[in-house]
C-alpha cells in the first residue's frame, strides 16, 4: 500500500514538473505605450498551441492616415500574425512563444506611420 502510495505521488511530481516545464507566462495589459504598462496589467498563461501576443493598435487620422496609438498586450490560441482594417482602426497582430514575457517587447516604441 505504502509503495502504491509513494508511486502516485511520485506519478504526481512528474506531471507537475511536465506542466511547468511547458506553460509559457506571457504579459497582458489593456493598454501599453512606450514599454510601460498604463493600464489593466496582469499575466495570463499561455496554452498549448497558443502564444504571447501582442496588437498595436493604429487610428485613422484626420489626413486619411494610420497613427499608431496603443498596444495591447495578452494570450491568444491560436495565434496568427496578421494585419487588419475595421473603418477607423488598424490593427497589427504579432506572436511569440519564447522566453516569458516574450510579448512585452514587441510593442512600438515610438509614434509611426503605418501604410
Ligand atoms: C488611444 O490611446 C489613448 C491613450 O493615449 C487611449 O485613452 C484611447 O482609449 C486609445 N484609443 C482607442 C480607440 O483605443
Do not use: W
Not at 496554452?47 to 487620422?61: F, H, K, Q
Amino acid at each position: 500500500m505504502a509503495k502504491f502510495m509513494l508511486f502516485l505521488l511520485l506519478l504526481g511530481i512528474h506531471s507537475l514538473l511536465l506542466f511547468q516545464a511547458q506553460a509559457r507566462i506571457c504579459m497582458s495589459c489593456d493598454m501599453f505605450m512606450n514599454g510601460r504598462c498604463f493600464h489593466g496589467e496582469g499575466k495570463c498563461v499561455m496554452e498549448e498551441g497558443g502564444a504571447c501576443t501582442t496588437r498595436d493598435i493604429y487610428l485613422l487620422n484626420v489626413k486619411g492616415g494610420f497613427v499608431y496609438n496603443h498596444t495591447v498586450l495578452e494570450c491568444s490560441k491560436p495565434c496568427k500574425a496578421s494585419k487588419e482594417t475595421y473603418f477607423h482602426l488598424k490593427i497589427s497582430s504579432f506572436c511569440c512563444q519564447s522566453p516569458d514575457f516574450c510579448n512585452r517587447y514587441k510593442g512600438k516604441i515610438v509614434k509611426q506611420y503605418a501604410n
